[in-house]
């Protein structure tokens, strides 16, 4: 079957579907995957909760710090929301088992002494984290509970530090609408219980890519208001695509291993010799890579990405960019930074003994560099 008339086919399909519808963080991989998994689970959004956790395993976050950080969700969200978190955090540990990925089990947490006084030292936690003694002397059984056992209880349980249990609060509560005074509360409180000013201001752009824009405008709020600063936006709301036109599909789990982000599969009768989907979200890209004794074809559906191969200028995908990737050449591709990215791919002039190999990733210094 001649190559060029499949690329002319498809290009033409694609731009016919086109037409008819438009559209250096100084937090850790670790901690970014933690504002994506709190706020996530504040908003009751699944689909976007499952991709933060499996990001935030592939970042080197372990199951027990992500029961911990769920549990303790539930003080600021509730307990439907958490249990509901903790359901899909279970399933994403089968599905994980089963496609062969390792989940880090973790440390979990020191028992506590016969003679802990958790009041006692829920008390003392919660001085330090609002900067003074706080008494809620309205509602004295409320009181109770925060010191004794939030601040107490939960708090000390040493499986997650105090300075990532406020990221996630902060996290979780900028996620919740008409909660500001208590997100101005955790901003303060985030800074007194150890989370660096540089990491506190990064959690917005996080939360912008990750969860939402209205999120990370209350979290901006929330920062500009309790530290006096006029921190921005760095970046406008990302481009979205439409998901009715071309399917996002699934997690890509099997190959979270060697992206920067999330991305997503949606095989188009591959069975059958068809095409695959792959979504990406704003800033995800694959490691560079090779593909040895086979062409790969990719053909940008929606959004806006990029490709590049070793030793060349980037070159940008639009609705309709197709490229032809031949065999042996160092490449990588993923979305830019501001959009959404989906394109189809496929393999051509496949030979005896065709297989990928993975190589180093696309770090931020190279990424940020495109327009």
């Not at 200028?313 to 609705?319: F, H, I, K, L, S």
């Amino acid at each position: 079957m001649n190559i060029n008339r499949i690329i002319t086919a498809v290009a033409a399909a694609v731009v016919a579907v086109c037409l008819n519808a438009q559209t250096t963080m100084t937090l850790t991989g670790r901690q970014q995957a933690l504002v994506g998994i709190a706020a996530n689970e504040a908003k009751g959004d699944i689909d976007a909760l499952r991709a933060a956790l499996n990001e935030g395993f592939e970042q080197g976050l372990t199951l027990s710090e992500a029961k911990e950080a769920l549990s303790q969700l539930y003080a600021y969200t509730g307990f439907p929301r958490s249990l509901n978190a903790l359901g899909a955090l279970q399933q994403v540990v089968k599905e994980r088992e089963a496609a062969g990925l390792t989940t880090e089990p973790g440390r979990e947490a020191d028992p506590m002494p016969a003679d802990y006084d958790a009041l006692r030292q829920g008390t003392e936690v919660q001085t330090r984290l609002s900067g003074q003694p706080f008494n809620y002397d309205f509602a004295p059984q409320t009181d109770y509970y925060l010191k004794a056992h939030l601040f107490g209880d939960i708090f000390a349980r040493n499986n997650l530090s105090h300075s990532d249990r406020e990221i996630v609060t902060v996290s979780a509560i900028s996620a919740l609408p008409g909660c500001e005074p208590q997100l101005k509360a955790h901003v303060a409180g985030a800074l007194n219980m150890g989370v660096a000013r540089e990491q506190l201001t990064a959690i917005p752009a996080v939360l912008a890519a990750k969860a939402g824009t209205d999120e990370a405008v209350r979290c901006v709020n929330a920062i500009n208001e309790v530290c006096n600063t006029d921190l921005q936006l760095t970046d406008a709301p990302a481009k979205t695509v439409d998901f009715s036109v071309w399917p996002k599909g699934e997690p890509n789990t099997g190959y979270a291993q060697y992206f920067i982000g999330n991305s997503y599969l949606a095989p188009l009768s591959a069975e059958n010799g068809g095409p695959v989907n792959v979504t990406f979200e704003p800033r995800c890209r694959n490691n560079w890579h090779i593909h040895h004794n086979q062409v790969q074809v990719l053909i940008c559906v929606s959004g806006r990405g990029w490709y590049q191969e070793w030793g060349k200028e980037p070159v940008a995908m639009t609705p309709g960019t197709i490229i032809a990737i031949p065999a042996e050449a160092k490449h990588w591709h993923g979305a830019a930074r501001d959009s959404w990215f989906q394109h189809l791919t496929y393999h051509t002039h496949v030979g005896e003994g065709a297989s990928n190999e993975w190589l180093e990733p696309v770090d931020d210094e190279h990424y940020d560099k495109l327009k």
